[in-house]
């Protein structure tokens, strides 16, 4: 279990324009706001809450609270045995899927009820909740990653992108980037790459004068024999072709009556 021990618990509904003066604990805290709306200041940032979202706490943090609306809220205080594992950092997290939201109804039976080792229970349910709080914030700094790749391809697709490089800055190794990349987009990183430049180079092909050679490097192809042959294996025609039959589709859409 991570939680290593209970320090404090409980469950409480404050008045409205309230406030809980600035204060400090020797272990973490957990407030996670059933309902209600207010603020919380940690350490000097100051914070808004709402239904459904929590703040984490780290241990010696000065926080304070100021409700405007009656707020329903699970507070406890805890020790972790690995702190490398589940790293907890101070702040205001929502829980939009609700889901850890359960867990904390769960604690609150478990409190009330105090069956048989409840104590042993409410251990066992803080590690859950923190465990499925890493799995989603794992999954939203994945979504971040992922975004941020994207848009960095998108933007010098034309250029030498150093992929293995782009996969360190995004915090992946290179065969985890890959496989993460192909899932999403079913392509590998170059294959999206070559895509992203063979569709510039149609669109340099119809609409511009710029001769084939230019067009290739324009589009980040090393040679324009590279270029010839990703274009046809991808369009099944050459670049002399496509612009061609796109020369012809001109011809006959300006020879049709208006």
Sequence with gaps: MFAHQLEFIFFYVHKPD????????????????????????????EYEYADNMFSLIRPDTYHSETHDTGTELFCIGFTLNDTEVIDVQNGV?????????????????????????????????????????????????????FRYIENFILENFNQNINLPALAKVSGYSYDHFRHMFKERTGLSPMNYIIDKRIDYAKRLIVS???????????????????????????TGRTPSEYRLTGERLVRTLRAQPE
């Design 18 to 45: 309230t406030q809980i003066l600035s204060h400090h604990h020797k272990c973490y805290e957990l407030v996670y706001y059933i309902s209600g709306s207010g603020t919380t200041n940690i350490e000097g940032k």
């Design 93 to 145: 997290y929502p829980d939009r899927s609700c889901q850890l939201l359960q867990i904390v109804k769960r604690m609150k039976q478990e409190l009330l009820s105090k069956r048989l080792h409840y104590n042993l229970k409410l251990d066992l349910l803080l590690s859950e909740f923190l465990i499925e709080f890493e799995r989603t914030r794992s999954l939203s700094s994945a979504s971040d990653s």
């Design 208 to 234: 511009t004068d710029m001769t084939l050679s230019t067009i290739s490097q324009e589009c980040g192809f090393s040679t324009s024999s590279q270029f010839s042959s990703m274009f046809r294996r991808l």
